[in-house]
């Protein structure tokens, strides 16, 4: 049974600095792992999407790392600032049966304080 | 491009009743999936709909129950409502599946029921 886990569960910088949140899995056979972003009360907005061949995926300031054989992903956020707080969900595409669903970690809620 | 669009925002239902919930995904997109969030227990999986057909489900009772349109406009319905289904339901659509299509989220609508 696949299970996602995300440390630390809540994070608190100071604006500018840098930081990694982590994701790991249990089963590698994923087919791709997304990375959403949810503020209070709100939906989720997706961030980056990593397909399962692939290393790596950058968007502005962020850089999302994907190791399927260690069952790890990193969400590294650059030169942080206060608007990036928000919570921070990871989750894997998986196969259900005839069909595929998301697995949810749950989630790293970041504070970038000014 | 509009996104994932998710009626009614809030709701406030008391026990016993049904309630249904609308999802209209993003023009192209065959694929909407539905996903319950609590404090509890995280996001989890409800059922995906793919063509009008209900592809897989969640590890929820018959009382949760969907249907989509040809049109590829979702509901999910809820009858005899318990306080236990007070939740963010979020609504997912995609392009198609496999490891190059990740999932849109839209708003969500807050249920609670009292």
């Known amino acids: 049974k696949q299970e996602v886990t995300q440390i630390p569960a809540a994070l608190s910088v100071p604006e500018g600095e840098n930081l990694v949140l982590n994701c790991s899995f249990t089963?590698?056979?994923?087919?791709?792992l997304q990375w959403f972003r949810q503020d209070p009360g709100k939906g989720l907005t997706s961030l980056l999407l990593?397909?399962?061949?692939?290393r790596e995926q950058t968007s502005g300031r962020l850089n999302a790392s994907l190791d399927k054989s260690s069952g790890r992903s990193t969400l590294y956020i650059a030169a942080s600032q206060p608007g990036d707080s928000a919570t921070y969900l990871c989750a894997v595409k998986t196969r259900m049966d005839s069909s595929y669903k998301l697995i949810f970690g749950s989630g790293t809620r970041l504070l970038v304080r000014p | 491009k509009a996104g994932v669009t998710q009626t009614p925002r809030y709701l406030i239902k008391t026990r016993g009743q049904q309630v249904t919930l609308s999802c209209s995904p993003i023009?192209?997109?065959?694929?909407v999936s539905w996903y319950q969030q609590t404090p509890g227990q995280g996001l989890q999986f409800l059922f995906e709909y793919f063509s009008e057909t209900q592809r897989n489900k969640g590890n929820f009772p018959g009382r949760f129950s969907g249907r989509q349109f040809s049109n590829s406009r979702s509901e999910m319905n809820v009858s005899t409502l318990e306080l236990g289904d007070s939740a963010l339901y979020l609504c997912a659509s995609s392009r198609g599946q496999g490891e190059n299509y990740g999932y849109t989220f839209g708003s969500g609508t807050r249920l609670t029921v009292v």
């Open positions: 023009s192209g997109h065959r694929s």
């Open positions: 990593i397909q399962s061949s692939q």
């Open positions: 089963d590698s056979a994923i087919y791709n």
